[in-house]
């Protein structure tokens, strides 16, 4: 069982930046791989990124490949999303997911585990 806890998130203007952190209870994180998602007001649950157990293989959505980079620290059971050159299409509650298989995938039905969401404001 992991137990997963996003921070970071707020209110940034358009062009900015922000570090989402999603620390994660359990001595069994380090095996699991772990997906970034959103989601925005009327819209569905939207693939953002997701990285390997060991950190060698990441898949960006097209949407943000370039601008967000997702990363581990196993050590510290964190993993983080550090966003860049925000856009207001960007607004929306960010989650952190994890599952057992140490393959990741864009599939939020492939995450059993899931925190509790961060929100994201992008102003023009």
């Known amino acids: 069982q992991v137990q997963l806890v996003e921070s970071g998130g707020g209110l940034v203007q358009a062009g900015g930046s922000l570090r989402l952190s999603c620390a994660a209870s359990?001595?069994?994180?380090?095996?699991?791989?772990m997906g970034w998602f959103r989601q925005a007001p009327g819209k569905e649950r939207e693939f953002v990124a997701t990285?390997?157990?060991?950190?060698?293989?990441?898949v960006y959505a097209a949407s943000v490949k370039g601008r967000f980079t997702i990363s581990r620290d196993n050590a510290k059971n964190t993993v983080y999303l550090q966003m860049n050159s925000l856009k207001p299409e960007d607004t929306a509650v960010y989650y952190c997911?994890?599952?057992?298989?140490?393959?990741?995938?864009?599939?939020?039905?492939?995450?059993?585990?899931w925190g509790q969401g961060t929100q994201v404001t992008v102003s023009t």
């Open positions: 997911a994890g599952r057992s298989s140490g393959s990741g995938s864009s599939n939020h039905h492939d995450y059993p585990y």
């Open positions: 359990g001595r069994t994180f380090s095996s699991y791989a």
């Open positions: 990285i390997t157990w060991s950190g060698g293989s990441i």
